[in-house]
């Protein structure tokens, strides 16, 4: 489980605010989106992929 | 004449050209359903009564002078709320825009409008574009036609609940990780997610910038097709618009699927409920029947999507809704706070990994296009699920089952058709999606013609 202080800590320093009825969702979440991480450690060549990003062309060249 | 309420838009606009049948009376009629039906249903947030009357009737004089505008004018059509209607409020089904009216209209709407389509109100969703279950403590949970119990997913929920039961005979919907496709599947319509940039979002309130699409929902391919004919094309006020040629997309509609390549990723035949993996096991056997070519085929990249769109969407929300959840964050729903705030404590390192792994996703598809026309899967692995008393964690429930299904089109942005297969043990629909290339709208249109004619739902379209 995510640790909560981690949760409450995190959102605190981005001035976010901090419910406790929203802690077990938030955990969920997290350790969901961790344990689907996972599947990446199954490409070890990931890191050569460039990332996607929406680039405006138009405004870039 | 039949009944108005389930005519499709090729059925009925020769009736309006012909002048056989009045924009006025097809409004009137399906007006008076709203007000019958809808107090249960919830499907518009805002129903526009007086607007679309007056669209009818200037319909019905321009067609009375020979200025017919082609087979969209004169249709009654639901917008979604997250669309902006130039004053008219769009709420995007959150508690923190209840009266936000724009001074524009969305790109789509403009479209729409030109071509002469009747406004019928602004539809229900999912707060925020954001949850996948048709729930809306703010403005009132859609209800699914088939089974006033179950809902009819989201979150674009609330204009695939009016086709369904004839409260419209067009949806505009929006899909970031699965919203057009879902409730289609859920409520036994037809539904398309469009490349990415084909249809401009322009005035459409943002999700997750990087996955967002908008896109047609309709009772009939062909209509489907006839709406992207006009929602589609390049938008110079849209960053990410295609500036690609729009092909007539009823062309090829009826060249059916003889001998076309149908590659079903394993992947997506993992997790499911018996009734989806029967339903979609006889879907098979029927487009062998039709004469298409299918056969399995293992695409690993998959794998990533779960996490990816995970990171991505609640990435991206949270960026977006920073000064929202910081000074009005009792305007969310717990659950949806949550899932910004997720993504808000997810890593930029995260992000960029899972941009890296939309990469790979997408030369996976482009590799596997090579081997075959079109890919096929059941568009969620679950039956439609009735509403708990716990709302809140089902709808993160629904999301996180429904993601691994429907995000990998989002994040490699190619199109991808939702048709039903047929009803569940407990009555009802479900879905599958067809996903081709970028810009392969026109085959999946074809492909999804051809399994229409089959008649998945036939005689069971829901009469609310």
């Known amino acids: ?61 | 004449m039949s009944d108005l309420s389930f005519l499709t838009v090729t059925e009925l606009a020769p009736l309006i050209k012909s002048r056989k049948l009045s924009p006025v009376e097809l409004t009137q009629h399906t007006l008076d359903r709203i007000e019958q039906y809808d107090p249960v249903l919830r499907t518009y947030i805002t129903p526009l009564p007086d607007i679309a009357l007056k669209q009818a009737k200037d319909a019905e004089a321009s067609i009375m002078r020979g200025q017919y505008k082609g087979p969209l004018h004169g249709i009654p059509t639901g917008i979604k709320d997250n669309y902006f209607t130039k004053g008219i409020r769009t709420t995007v089904g959150s508690k923190l825009f209840p009266n936000y009216i724009p001074d524009k209209n969305a790109t789509a709407v403009d479209k729409l409008l030109k071509s002469g389509v009747v406004m019928l109100g602004k539809q229900n969703m999912h707060e925020l574009a954001a949850g996948s279950t048709g729930t809306n403590p703010y403005y009132g949970t859609t209800r699914n036609p088939w089974d006033l119990k179950h809902m009819p997913g989201g979150s674009s929920g609330g204009g695939t609940a009016a086709l369904a039961a004839g409260l419209a005979t067009l949806a505009t919907g929006t899909d970031t990780f699965g919203s057009i496709r879902l409730p289609a599947a859920m409520c036994g319509v037809y539904g398309l997610k469009t490349t990415y940039g084909l249809v401009s979002t322009h005035g459409i309130a943002p999700t997750a910038w990087s996955l967002d699409t908008a896109g047609p929902m309709a009772r009939s391919v062909s209509d489907l097709a006839l709406m992207l004919q006009s929602m589609a094309g390049y938008d110079p006020k849209d960053p990410a618009s295609l500036k690609v040629p729009v092909p007539n997309y009823t062309h090829n509609l009826t060249k059916g699927i003889r001998g076309l390549k149908i590659g079903i990723p394993t992947y997506y035949l993992q997790g499911l409920d018996p009734d989806v993996e029967n339903l979609f096991r006889k879907a098979v056997t029927t487009l062998h029947s039709l004469g298409a070519e299918l056969k399995e085929i293992n695409i690993p990249e998959l794998s990533l999507a779960t996490f990816s769109g995970y990171a991505i969407v609640s990435g991206e929300a949270s960026a977006f809704h920073e000064k929202w959840l910081q000074t009005h964050p009792e305007d969310y729903s717990p659950d949806i706070r949550s899932f910004f705030l997720a993504g808000a404590l997810t890593g930029s390192t995260q992000y960029v990994k899972a941009q890296q792994a939309r990469r790979k996703m997408v030369k996976a598809l482009r590799k596997a296009f090579k081997e075959v026309d079109i890919l096929l899967g059941p568009t969620i692995p679950f039956k439609t699920p009735a509403f708990s008393e716990h709302w809140l964690q089902q709808n993160l429930d629904v999301v996180q089952k429904s993601m691994p299904f429907t995000s990998p089109i989002n994040l490699t942005g190619v199109p991808s058709l939702s048709v039903p297969i047929g009803l569940d043990r407990n009555g009802l629909p479900t879905g599958m999606q067809f996903f081709g290339k970028h810009l392969s709208e026109s085959l999946l249109l074809q492909v999804g013609h051809a399994w229409e004619a089959t008649q998945p739902l036939k005689n069971k379209l829901q009469k609310a």
């Open chain 1, 1 to 61: 489980m995510i640790d909560p202080s981690f949760i409450k800590q995190g959102l605190y320093f981005q001035q976010f605010p901090f419910y406790e009825c929203d802690l077990p969702f938030i955990q969920n979440i997290l350790l969901t989106m961790k344990q689907a991480e996972m599947a990446t450690s199954a490409f070890p060549h990931l890191n050569a992929e460039i990332p996607i990003t929406v680039v405006d062309k138009r405004l870039m060249v």
